[in-house]
């Protein structure tokens, strides 16, 4: 299930996801948003509901020393939190003596992320990415549509989760955007299916 979509333009960080809740052969579209802004933060969730509400309400985000380079904060203290908060909240799984949790992206002063299943800190050198059962599909019409010079980040994320939606059976609308700006976007598009 999901498409979740990051993208840096900027300075900013844009974020997108679809709503579509999957089991087996079953679709639920979820009132629950998959993307969502936290303090400084926006982050947006695949593998589990249960993962994205621990990150949006349990998390405790750490202090970042100044004198600390960003990446450097997310692979030492920030995944160090995620990893405790999704262990307390009973997420995470141990096996053969390798702790797992989920996937998402985070996006953080300007950078993009993506948090792997392993708890490593991937930073895309194209400045864009996505996580989910759409994600090729949506990372394909990211690289298109960055060609044109006129289209907006918004733009190119709905544009992005809507090709995801039309190749994936795991991705629906409506479609929440987030951004790093003070100025957040919370729109949906359902006219767009």
Known sequence: MTCIVGLVDNG???MGGDSA???????SIRADEKVFKKGEFIMGFTSSFRMGQLLRFKLE????????DIYEYMVT??????R??????????????EETGGRFLV??????FVIDGDFQVGKPADGYDAVGCGDDIAKGSLFSTGRLADASPDERIR???KAAENFSAGVRGPFVLVNTGKDEIHG???ADH
């Open 12 to 14: 900013k960080v844009y």
């Open 21 to 27: 809740g999957v089991g087996g052969l079953s679709l």
């Open 61 to 68: 985000i750490p202090y970042h020393k100044p004198e600390m």
């Open 77 to 82: 203290e920030f995944v160090e939190a995620v």
């Open 84 to 97: 405790t908060c999704l262990k307390t909240g009973g997420f995470t799984r141990t096996e053969n003596g």
């Open 107 to 112: 996006g953080y002063r300007g950078q993009l």
């Open 159 to 161: 544009d992005a989760l």
């Open 188 to 190: 949906q598009t359902t």
